[in-house]
């Protein structure tokens, strides 16, 4: 090996090597300005990888941070959802008639809270996106709020319907009671005014009468002489008496105690059903006019005492007796 073709190198403490040695000896220079702009390429690139670097790792942690807090936002709209759902099935559960408006409102919100948790599945939302979500959730807390003092007022209109339908109820029942009572009352000064207003003889008198071949009539005793038996008699004063015409019945007892009847004649006072020998029509005017009623008889009368009672349909107006010989 030749001793040109032996190239040394610079020692660590800076010592220049043969070649150079025997360049600069011969008068040559060695190209700085070439191992300077090496120099300077690999500092640049160094420093674009750094940057580059430095770059993506702020990137990606930005991401990652933002991706956590997306996820912590979406986490927390997820329990105010499941918050407000739940106040919405407490309400809904009240005992309460919902009116129109408040079915639909209860029906939005469910649709929204829908809306939303399915929104929230979504697994890229942006930020724009979230405050969009987080202001519904806002809306729809606000909405639910006054769907539930709603559903408070209504409940409350409804104790005091309630209040007031028990207190019309109670007063109704007393009106009832009340109107019963009265009616009660009513009933009974009917049947005592009825029975005021049944017509009663005032005098009464019989008197049995023989009529003569000329026509002539005169006052008999004797029973064998007798042809009818005639009935005076006075109606008490009355002012609750109806002024009309009443049938008077007339019942014939004889001496023996029969009921002297011609027909099955039936007539009845206080629903009860009696026979009767007679009947006649009266006018009632409550002036205290003389009534007469004359008897024939159904066969020849016999001795004894005779008794003849007078009847309305609302009860006995009185009796006399005649006795024949």
């Known amino acids: ?63 990652d ?3 956590v807090t997306i996820l912590s936002e979406k986490s927390q709209m997820e329990s105010e959802l499941d ?27 469910r649709i929204k809270i829908d809306e939303l948790r399915t929104k929230l599945t ?8 979230i405050e969009r979500a987080q202001q519904q959730i806002i809306q729809l807390r606000e909405a639910v709020s006054k769907y539930k003092k ?60 023989r009529v003569h071949r000329s026509g002539k009539e005169s006052s008999e005793t004797r029973a064998k002489r007798t042809d009818k038996l005639k009935i005076d008699f006075n109606i008490a004063d009355n002012p609750l008496a109806k002024k009309a015409i009443y049938e008077v019945y007339i019942r014939v007892i004889e001496p023996s105690g029969n009921l002297l009847i011609a027909d099955n ?20 005017s409550n002036d205290g006019k003389l009534y007469s009623f004359e008897w024939k008889g159904f066969e020849e009368f016999k001795s004894g005492t005779y008794t003849i009672v007078l009847y309305t349909s609302k009860g006995t107006m009185g009796k006399a007796t005649i006795r024949l010989s």
């Open 1 to 63: 090996m030749e001793e040109n073709d032996v190239k040394y190198k610079r020692s660590f403490n800076g010592e220049i090597t043969v070649n150079e040695q025997n360049k600069m000896n011969d008068g040559e220079t060695p190209d700085k300005s070439k191992d300077t702009t090496k120099i300077y390429f690999f500092i640049v690139a160094i420093i674009t990888l750094l940057a580059t670097n430095v770059y993506f790792y702020v990137k990606y942690r930005n991401s």
């Open 83 to 109: 918050r407000i759902e739940v106040e919405l099935d407490r309400v809904t559960k009240e005992n309460v008639k919902l009116t129109e408006d408040l079915k639909l409102a209860q029906e939005s919100a």
């Open 265 to 284: 004649n039936i007539f009845e006072v206080d629903g009860i059903e009696m026979q009767y020998t007679e009947k006649t029509g009266i006018e009632f």
């Open 150 to 209: 709603d559903i408070e007022k209504l409940k409350s209109e409804n104790a005091l319907l309630v209040s007031e339908r028990d207190s019309l109820k109670v007063s109704a029942n007393s009106a009832i009671a009340k109107a019963d009572e009265l009616e009660s009352i009513n009933h009974d000064l009917e049947q005592k005014v009825d029975v005021a207003s049944a017509l009663k003889i005032s005098s009464i008198n019989v008197n049995a009468l």
């Open 65 to 67: 941070s933002q991706n």
């Open 122 to 129: 979504q697994n890229e939302l942006d930020r724009a996106e």
